[in-house]
């Protein structure tokens, strides 16, 4: 099981990219790492980086699936709750980022939806 200390390891290794902006903030927990890894995401759909915004969904993904109980809260109440957010900020790529969200994460998605009534 992967463990809240270790989810930017895992990240660092699979997205070098992503280590400036994991160093920047000196993230010390899980939910605090989500954020950034949102961040870096919003920066790539920003820039039309669809292939990285695909391999961050994957990467977060498996973290839920290999992840302990704390790992798994952060994705769901701070990865998976920002999709609301990220649809609204960038309504023309709507589409592109519900193609390729994993069926783990999009169906968290749409039991927050539902249980919350929004």
Do not use: W
């Not at 809240?4 to 920047?24: F, S």
């Not at 998976?80 to 980022?97: A, G, H, M, N």
């Amino acid at each position: 099981m992967i463990n809240q200390i270790e989810i930017p390891i895992y990240l660092e290794q699979a997205l070098p990219e992503i280590t400036t902006l994991l160093a920047a903030g000196k993230k010390s927990n899980a939910s605090e790492t989500m954020n950034a890894l949102i961040e870096f995401m919003c920066k790539n759909i920003k820039a039309h980086n669809f292939g990285v915004v695909k391999r961050c969904l994957r990467l977060v993904d498996k973290l839920y699936t290999k992840g302990n109980r704390a790992v798994r809260n952060a994705i769901e109440n701070v990865f998976v709750f920002s999709f609301t957010r990220l649809f609204l900020i960038y309504p023309d790529e709507k589409q592109q980022l519900m193609a390729i969200i994993p069926m783990t994460l999009y169906t968290l998605y749409i039991e927050q939806v539902c249980h919350r009534g929004c």
